[in-house]
């Protein structure tokens, strides 16, 4: 395998093909905070792009409940438990060591291994990463557990709120949306025997190239966030193509300018955004310090990579929930958990007017600024005071031109009182 810089474990790590990174990085961040499991977003990808005969089990966008929901069903628990096995065959530990934190190792160095070495270790003639296939029964039920919770709120009859307090709450769920991540370092590129599967140099788009593709099955099996799915009517693979149309500036909506996907776009709960950062020439980030998802993921820290000790250097980025038990947010989105919760629930300056871009506009932010405006809230938030500005944050679009402009506080409207039900 070749030696390739994983950002999100601070250090190298094994891949079986030579690093090649895009210009520019198709990336998003998803609030989980704000999801109201609406599933906007997935009927938005699949009356778009799945709505034909063989794609009936085809979810590209899903958003599952945690703990118990997933689809397929177990996708990380069986992950998870593959590289747990892997450690103990090797009889090592797997874990995070807090090292000096930069720009380069945001989260500390992970001292496990991944899918890949996990493989390698094993046997390096065999699987190029740890994997299975899902089965027929398995992907059978993409909503299962939808809305259950980790634990009965409270015995019956009793009133008490003590389950649903913060910091953590003793019965919980969350809602986890899912699209492919578009991997810097993908296992289904990696594992696909007709290289089929390609990485696109302009954005880091991932497709697969139903031409080439013979339906073996084996990126459905390396990929551990399951998102290629095997068609029967076709005998191919198919995944998530980021609406690369709309990322192409060939959405007749905004004639050049770069749109983001449908799955965003249509989010009502507005936990979406989305852009291309810039890319250095190990696969790390190249600072583009007022790129709205650079700064959310570099510079604020509240936007974390899911299941980064996998190893595949995933481009999707997750605001985690404040209510959720600590543990289980760490082993899902690694050690930067803390930090997170922490700067979202008492948000900065920069941080509340950032906030505001998403939804804010189709096209696809590449530079913000803030106009700063007047004192108009104040509080006491975890025993430090809090103080809240009416700025203004305006998004500029790839050409430089001003795409949106929103303030901090929302506008009111009133009806006038001719209408009906008019308050
Ligand atoms: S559309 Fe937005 S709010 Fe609705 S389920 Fe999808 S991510 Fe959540
Ligand atoms: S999430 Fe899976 S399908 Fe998507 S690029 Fe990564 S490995 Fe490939
Ligand atoms: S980016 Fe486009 S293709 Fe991918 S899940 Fe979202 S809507 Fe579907």
Known sequence: ???????????????????????????????????????????????????????????????????????????????????????QKANMRSGWTAGARDVQQPYGLYDGMTLFEGAEKEDPQQEVILGYEPTDDEWATPNWYEDTASAPPSKPGDMTLDAASLPEHGAWFFYLQRVCNHC?????????????????????????????????????????????????????????????????????MAPGQPLETRCMAACPGKIRIQGLVKMGPDGSWAEDR????????????????????????????????RWAPRPYLRQMFGPGVDRAIEKYSAPDRELLAVMQLFRATQEIIFRYEIIEGPKVFEATINGRQWEMYNDTVVGFGQDDQEVCRVKVEEPQYIRPDKHYNSI
């Open 1 to 87: 395998m070749a030696k390739v810089y994983n950002w999100q474990l601070g250090r190298e790590m094994s891949y079986p093909l030579e690093g090649a990174y895009p210009d520019r990085q198709w990336a998003f961040v998803f609030n989980i905070n704000r999801c109201i499991a609406c599933q906007t977003c997935t009927y938005a990808c699949k009356s778009t792009w799945t709505f034909s005969k063989g794609q009936e089990y085809m979810w590209w966008n899903n958003v599952e409940t945690k703990p118990y929901g997933g689809y397929p069903r177990y996708w990380d628990v069986k992950a998870l438990a593959l590289l747990d096995e892997a450690h």
């Open 184 to 252: 810097t370092y993908p296992a289904c590129v990696a594992a696909c025997p007709r290289q089929a599967i390609y990485k696109r140099p302009e954005d880091g788009i991932v497709l697969i190239d139903q031409a080439r593709c013979r339906g073996y099955r084996k990126c459905v099996m390396a990929c551990p966030y399951k998102k290629t799915m095997y068609r029967p009517t076709t005998r191919t693979s198919e995944k998530c193509v980021a609406c690369y149309p709309r990322i192409e500036g060939n959405d007749p």
């Open 290 to 321: 007022y790129n709205p998802v650079y700064y959310l993921v570099k510079v604020a820290e509240v936007a974390l990579p899911l299941y980064p000790q996998f190893g595949l250097q995933p481009n999707g980025y997750y605001i985690p929930p």
